[in-house]
């Protein structure tokens, strides 16, 4: 029997393949759990307008994303704290304080999560931080660190 895979299951497919499988593992455990459905012609067009949707609207995502990294990548943010001698700070910055930064200075929300500091700062100085919005979209933030 061909169905369509409501969710992702191991060892036959992913959420919206359509896979053969043997008629009593259709019948008995894949279609009454919800896992699967049968894949009558109704159901198969349904799936393909679904995929034309959610590719559509990855598409507007990546373009919104592509936008606000030009965006981001042309200004700079800078941070004030407390340092001692040499240029080391007191604490260190980190991705959330670097997001919280970007908000407060240029009206930019962003999730701290997206900030991809690989260890947090802990000099004074200029820095280029990269702030990964969407898949393949990356924009370089230049960060000042002052006393």
Same mark, same amino acid.
Not at 123 to 130: A, D, I, L, R
């Given at each position: 029997? $061909?169905? $369509?895979? %409501? *969710?992702?299951?191991?060892? =036959? ?5 359509? @896979? ?16 699967? #459905? ?11 307008? %679904? ?23 042309? +200004?700079?943010?800078? $941070? *004030? ?18 997001? %919280?930064? +970007?908000?407060? %200075?240029?009206? $930019? ?14 000099? =004074? ?11 393949? @979209?990356?924009?370089? +933030? #230049? @960060?000042?660190? =002052?006393?």
């Amino acid at each position: 029997m $061909i169905v $369509i895979l %409501q *969710k992702d299951l191991k060892g =036959t497919g992913k959420a919206g393949d359509v @896979v053969k499988v043997s008629d009593g593992y259709a019948r008995n455990m894949l279609i009454p759990r919800g896992i699967a #459905k049968e894949a009558t012609e109704g159901n198969i067009k349904n799936l393909k307008k %679904q995929q034309e949707i959610a590719a559509e609207k990855r598409a507007e995502q990546k373009a919104a994303a592509e936008a606000n990294a030009k965006r981001i990548s042309d +200004l700079a943010i800078e $941070i *004030k704290t407390k340092g001692g001698e040499g240029g080391r700070l007191f604490g260190s910055i980190t991705s959330k304080d670097i997001a %919280q930064a +970007l908000e407060d %200075q240029h009206q $930019i929300k962003i999730d701290k999560k997206k900030v991809e500091l690989a260890n947090p700062i802990k000099q =004074t100085g200029e820095f280029v931080v990269p702030i990964k919005l969407y898949t393949d @979209v990356v924009a370089e +933030l #230049k @960060v000042k660190v =002052t006393v």
